[in-house]
């Protein structure tokens, strides 16, 4: 008997009628859809790494050396106002060489650094020429970016009108099928994207490591500070009905 009951019971479950296509005004539909919102924003700020070799016969000498040079270096970026000074990269290398029949001689070292900082675009150009004047070597490389502020400002003002976009397109796709929005259930609010910069990083640029006591001030180095592209995706899913 009670087998007999349970199939009964499950028969009556399945034979029962579906809701939502019996009284579907009862049931609201669920309508998705992302709204894209992109701006193009200035580079105002330029990171710089610059890099620092030198070269003598003895360890101590090349400790030296480049402590002294990283010290030129520094006291001028700091006198020109560069900000988010941070010295990476510290080695020291032996130079070695061949002998046969025996070890290799070691003839002197070579000691390594970096350093890096940011500044504006409209100082750039003097800083890139008086820093390979005041101890860098090289400029490694230089990236254009707007600051977090501006990048974090123009991320909210995307994601508001992402936002309306993906509102207004549900709103026409509920109107389309003869319904209307009843409520917001869910919002998605994707990370800022930048987009490449339009002005890439010069190559590498070597020059001697000191200006010699009477030569002239070295010419700007000329730079383009560019803009980049943001963009801001946001997913909404509405309820609609009739």
Known sequence: MALSLGASSL???????????????NFPTYISTTGTAQTRIPNTAV????????MKVGLPAT?????AQSGTLLTFLRAQGAQRLITTNVSFTPETRYQKHSLDKTVG???????????????????LAGALANGANTIDGTVFTPTEQEIEDARRDLAAQATKTAVAQVETIARA???????????????ASPGTPDIPSP?????????RAGEPPPPPIATAQGDQQLSISVSVTAAAGR
């Open 177 to 191: 099928v003869g319904l209307h929005v009843l409520s917001m259930r869910d919002i998605s609010v994707g990370s």
């Open 47 to 54: 990171d710089i790494t610059l890099g620092l070799t030198v």
């Open 11 to 25: 028969r009556a479950q399945s034979a029962a009628p579906d809701p939502c296509a019996t009284t579907p005004q």
């Open 109 to 127: 070292y070579t000691g390594t650094t970096s350093v890096s900082f940011r500044t504006t675009p409209e100082k750039a150009p003097d800083l």
């Open 203 to 211: 190559a590498m640029v070597a020059m001697p490591a000191m200006m």
């Open 63 to 67: 400790q030296r050396a480049l402590a």
